[in-house]
Nanobody, 126 residues
Framework: QVQLVESGGGSVQAGDSLGLSCRIT????????MAWFRQAPGKEREYVAA????????SYSDSAAGRFTITKDNADNTLRLQMNGLKPEDTAVYLC???????????????????WGQGTQVTVSS
């Protein structure tokens, strides 16, 4: 089993920066990638960014590209999301997720991930 615990959320003003972290513990053998998703009230879970387990290749949604940076620290198994130039529409619960090598669903959809954290709230005011 894999456990994911997010931290770093908070309330900021538009234009501010915020960094999120996700601590990964448990049986991590066989994981192929990690990702950040977000979910606003009344909306579906939305893909933000993903990175291969070895941390060498990353991908971003159109809304995140150029503003957010996903990284993975292999030394301490921590996933991070640096968010710059935050906008009110970025307000959501941000969740980290882990994907097994055997999972075949696309990495940009929620069903493409097998383990989830509990989420951390990010609120951006104008």
């Amino acid at each position: 089993q894999v456990q994911l615990v997010e931290s770093g959320g908070g309330s900021v003003q538009a234009g501010d920066s915020l960094g999120l972290s996700c601590r990964i513990t448990g049986r991590t053998y066989g994981l192929s990638a990690m990702a950040w998703f977000r979910q606003a009230p009344g909306k579906e879970r939305e893909y933000v960014a993903a990175i291969r387990w070895n941390g060498e290749t990353s991908s971003y949604s159109d809304s995140a590209a150029g503003r957010f940076t996903i990284t993975k620290d292999n030394a301490d198994n921590t996933l991070r999301l640096q968010m710059n130039g935050l906008k009110p529409e970025d307000t959501a619960v941000y969740l980290c997720a882990a994907r097994k090598q055997s999972t075949i669903a696309p990495f940009t959809v929620a069903r493409g991930y097998d383990y989830w954290g509990q989420g951390t709230q990010v609120t951006v005011s104008s």
